[in-house]
């Protein structure tokens, strides 16, 4: 990493509030180059606080791109961090009207050329998606990062018709605790607990709304961009990582969208900026990449950006399983369109006749982590225990490597003698010793079969084809090893287990795996800069001699039949900021399970949040916990939060809820 503290504009920063029609006024952190020529704006928009949390990261770009001549604007999202308003449900119509407003409020300063740009990642590569679907004048270009269009099956709630317990659960606990945080008196004034007692008055546990959509309704298709690729105009780069859940967005945005306005890149990387630095590796100069992109389409300079191909992908080698890899093997490969005339899908038949397929509901526990961030645990270990709870298919790799890059796709022949079930799709490289390396995987409800948008009862005792995608890769089979086709009726935390499921019948006899398997190419040489950010912000992480609890612990009660998983997210323990702010959040979440009980799934997250400004007497905590489990008929939520200023209880609810299992 190389840190960058000259640039060719000295620049200069500063706070404030960005008015909306309604009277509503939004923080505003905004860097600027020192000149006296109007610049293109750069939009950062996000609810992650910018005056602490997203702060550090803040720093290193921002900064950056503002001494290459761009005004670099983070804002917080409307009832969030120092923003006033009230908070509401993620990327509703509020959010992406206030950002549409930002956008003009922006081109119309005297700084701003009226040429506007908007980045993120995750969150904020959502919004700009999404904003960029409502076509604002502005609005000339995005980088969009690990960002989905399609909330429904490619977000945090689904995966295949199925509930995502791991993430649909921790995920709104998560954003339950952040949005109980008030602004910061340090730069709101006294006015800070009235606005922040109106906000928590206004606060609703997001789990209820979204386990009340569970197909794919008009409330998923809000805000996602599959509905109408056409509507976005603006020019998109989209960046994706292979150990990131939201590459698929890349794959299906170089398709649908104007070849002429588009272009992708998927990396090995987990879900974080590609130039962070952080596991799986190579990093690359991603700043530098993006400039590229901002100089072409808002400075009408000829950087080469839109001669490189449509897609660039990494390749990755086989390599050992492993919960972290600092680096991986591989190779970058360039297509001029997708689908690419260089991936043709090969079919692979099973073999075997019928066979069952009844996982214990344990089996998952080995997936690793939803939202890999790059810590040591966050990947999935060796898949041989798993692949043992599953039916296993088998295709050796003879004489020349096997070369994959996009969504492998599952025909099965099922028979369920239950109406309810759900089929995972494992596709691991098995090295001569026997490690099993997970490559991807895909999930289907069998009530979806039919299509997202409905639920459909299986006709018990009946046979039928079901065909679905597996996550898209860019991976190497190499020869020697074995493909491995894994198949299971659970993946437990990651689904939320079927009320009365039995696992099913396969018949290998019609069934088959078909992979996009991509001809060796000598490609034209593919190769980024070394990652390049603007000095750190200086925030410490002080040393504490606690002891350091698991990321990832795995619990058996032998006696009971009972697993429980416990999870430390890792977001970032205690810090103190240069202004004198000390932060400091904790958080753990448990999953339990007994492996012959799909009605004893549960789920359970705490989150302890504390904001301390020593000069100034300020000490303010949250305290969260979340719970989910299920009968046959309902999901069963219960969410409590209790919020300190000081030693007094300014703020306790409780909320509890049965919600309809019509289609989860």
């Known amino acids: 990493m190389q840190i960058r503290t000259e640039f060719p504009y000295e620049t200069t920063h500063e706070d404030l509030y960005i008015p909306l029609s309604d009277g509503t006024e939004l923080y505003a952190r905004i860097w600027r180059p020192v000149t006296d020529e109007p610049v293109p704006a750069l939009l950062e928009y996000?609810?992650?606080?910018?005056?602490?949390?997203?702060?550090?990261?803040?720093?290193?770009?921002?900064?950056?791109?503002?001494?290459?001549?761009?005004?670099?604007?983070?804002?917080?999202?409307?009832?969030?961090?120092?923003?006033?308003?009230?908070?509401?449900?993620?990327?509703?119509?509020?959010?992406?009207?206030?950002?549409?407003?930002?956008?003009?409020?922006?081109?119309?300063?005297?700084?701003?050329?009226?040429?506007?740009?908007?980045?993120?990642?995750?969150?904020?590569?959502?919004?700009?998606?999404?904003?960029?679907?409502?076509?604002?004048?502005?609005?000339?270009?995005?980088?969009?990062?690990?960002?989905?269009?399609?909330?429904?099956?490619?977000?945090?709630?689904?995966?295949g018709g199925s509930v995502l317990a791991v993430d649909m659960h921790a995920w709104a606990a998560t954003m339950l605790a952040f949005v109980c945080r008030p602004p910061d008196p340090a730069d709101v004034g006294d006015d800070w607990r009235d606005m922040w007692l109106k906000r928590l008055e206004a606060v609703d546990p997001f789990i209820h709304t979204w386990l009340a959509h569970q197909t794919r309704d008009d409330y998923w298709k809000h805000g996602s961009v599959c509905e109408d690729y056409g509507a976005v105009k603006a020019h998109v780069l989209a960046v994706g990582g292979w150990h990131d859940p939201y590459r698929d967005t890349v794959l299906r945005l170089v398709e649908h969208l104007d070849p002429a306005k588009v272009r992708g890149l998927i990396g090995p990387w987990s879900h974080q900026y590609p130039d962070r630095g952080l596991p799986p590796g190579p990093a690359i100069g991603f700043l530098q990449e993006t400039l590229r992109w901002w100089d072409q389409h808002l400075k009408d300079k000829d950087t080469g950006v839109m001669n490189e191909p449509l897609l660039r992908s990494w390749i990755s080698g086989s390599h050992p399983p492993a919960t972290v890899y600092e680096t991986l093997p591989g190779r970058w490969v360039g297509d001029a369109d997708w689908p690419?005339?260089?991936?043709?899908?090969?079919?692979?038949?099973?073999?075997?006749?019928?066979?069952?397929?009844?996982?214990?509901?344990?089996?998952?526990?080995?997936?690793?982590?939803?939202?890999?961030?790059?810590?040591?645990?966050?990947?999935?270990?060796?898949?041989?225990?798993?692949?043992?709870?599953?039916?296993?298919?088998?295709?050796?790799?003879?004489?020349?490597?096997?070369?994959?890059?996009?969504?492998?796709?599952?025909?099965?022949?099922?028979?369920?003698?239950?109406?309810?079930g759900q089929a995972i799709a494992r596709l691991c490289d098995v090295a001569p010793n026997g490690a099993s390396t997970l490559v991807t995987r895909g999930v289907l409800n069998l009530a979806a079969r039919h299509g997202r948008d409905r639920s459909e009862d299986w006709p018990?005792?009946?046979?039928?084809?079901?065909?679905?995608?597996?996550?898209?890769?860019?991976?190497?089979?190499?020869?020697?090893?074995?493909?491995?086709?894994?198949?299971?009726?659970?993946?437990?935390?990651?689904?939320?287990?079927?009320?009365?499921?039995?696992?099913?019948?396969?018949?290998?006899?019609?069934?088959?795996?078909?992979?996009?398997?991509?001809?060796?190419?000598?490609?034209?040489?593919?190769?980024?800069?070394?990652?390049?950010?603007?000095?750190?912000?200086?925030?410490?992480?002080?040393?504490?001699?606690?002891?350091?609890?698991?990321?990832?612990?795995?619990?058996?009660?032998?006696?009971?039949?009972?697993?429980?998983?416990?999870?430390?997210?890792?977001?970032?323990?205690?810090r103190v900021y240069p202004d004198g702010l000390e932060f400091t959040e904790d958080a753990v979440e448990t999953y339990t399970i007994r492996e012959d009980d799909p009605l004893s799934a549960a789920a359970r997250s705490d989150w302890k949040i504390r904001l301390h400004r020593p000069e100034m007497s300020w000490d303010v905590r949250i305290e969260s916990r979340s719970e989910t489990s299920a009968d046959g008929d309902d999901f069963i939520t219960s969410n409590e939060v209790v919020c300190r200023d000081g030693d007094e209880i300014v703020f306790h609810r409780t909320w509890e809820k049965r919600i309809p299992r019509t289609a989860g």
């Open 340 to 420: 690419s005339e260089n991936v043709a899908p090969t079919a692979y038949a099973l073999q075997g006749g019928p066979q069952t397929v009844r996982s214990p509901q344990q089996t998952g526990l080995d997936a690793g982590r939803f939202f890999p961030f790059g810590n040591d645990a966050d990947l999935p270990p060796d898949q041989r225990d798993e692949d043992a709870k599953s039916v296993c298919f088998e295709f050796p790799v003879q004489e020349a490597p096997i070369e994959i890059l996009g969504r492998p796709r599952v025909k099965l022949r099922i028979r369920m003698d239950v109406p309810r």
């Open 460 to 574: 018990v005792g009946e046979t039928e084809d079901v065909t679905f995608e597996l996550n898209g890769i860019g991976h190497t089979f190499p020869p020697g090893h074995r493909i491995r086709l894994a198949v299971s009726s659970s993946y437990w935390p990651w689904i939320w287990p079927q009320a009365g499921s039995d696992g099913f019948t396969l018949d290998a006899d019609g069934s088959l795996v078909e992979l996009p398997v991509r001809r060796h190419t000598e490609d034209p040489a593919i190769s980024f800069g070394e990652p390049e950010q603007a000095e750190p912000l200086g925030v410490v992480f002080p040393v504490t001699l606690d002891e350091e609890r698991p990321e990832r612990l795995v619990v058996r009660d032998v006696a009971k039949g009972e697993w429980r998983l416990e999870v430390d997210p890792r977001y970032g323990g205690t």
């Open 46 to 159: 996000l609810p992650y606080r910018l005056s602490d949390w997203t702060a550090p990261r803040d720093w290193q770009r921002h900064p950056w791109y503002a001494g290459h001549g761009y005004a670099s604007v983070r804002v917080d999202v409307r009832g969030h961090g120092n923003s006033e308003g009230m908070p509401g449900d993620e990327y509703d119509a509020t959010e992406l009207a206030d950002g549409v407003a930002v956008v003009h409020w922006l081109a119309q300063q005297e700084w701003c050329s009226g040429r506007v740009g908007m980045f993120g990642i995750s969150w904020g590569g959502f919004n700009s998606l999404q904003i960029a679907a409502l076509a604002p004048e502005p609005l000339k270009a995005i980088v969009t990062v690990c960002s989905a269009d399609d909330r429904y099956d490619n977000d945090v709630h689904y995966m």
